[in-house]
């Protein structure tokens, strides 16, 4: 099976894991709040303090992950900090895959979108769009699965 890391391991991420380490696969789950480790674990899942605005802090995190979700669709926030999240904090994380063992990206929600599209055509890392409403649990979950297991080849 695979690992995969969950960029923004809240509530929806908490979620995943469970299904994903369910269905055999290694997980682990970012969050920028320490006090918000134990439900990470709680969900299966391996927590890693770091923060989507410092990419810097998620390059261990990266160790041995086949596949990484970006859940930042609903992040919310100072506008320009949320911007800069969807534009260059994201542009630099994938330039930083290349040099990871990732093999594919699941990419929630609207920002960010081209971002994501143009560093897939430019590196030729695998990437799955999650389209889905988060709001819809029961059509968020089964899609956000569903791209995990494309990226895999299931």
């Known amino acids: 099976m695979a690992r995969v890391l969950i960029v923004g391991c809240g509530c929806r991420g908490r979620t995943l894991a469970r299904e994903l380490r369910a269905a055999g696969h290694a997980v682990r789950g970012t969050t920028r709040d320490p006090t918000r480790t134990e439900a990470i674990a709680a969900a299966g899942a391996e927590p890693y303090v770091g923060n989507p605005d410092r990419v810097a802090t998620l390059m261990e995190a990266l160790t041995g992950v086949t596949i990484l979700c970006w859940l930042m669709g609903t992040a919310t926030g100072d506008a320009e900090r949320v911007a800069a999240l969807h534009q260059e904090r ?36 695998p990437l799955e769009l999650l ?6 649990h029961e059509r968020w979950l089964p899609a956000a699965t569903a791209a995990v297991d ?3 080849g299931g």
Do not use: C, N
């Open 90 to 125: 994201l542009r630099m994380l994938w330039e930083k895959l290349v040099d990871t063992p990732v093999r594919g990206v699941v990419h929630e929600g609207a920002s960010g979108r081209q971002v994501a599209l143009a560093a897939h055509e430019t590196w030729r890392i």
């Open 131 to 136: 389209d889905a409403d988060p709001t819809e």
């Open 150 to 152: 494309r990226l895999l």
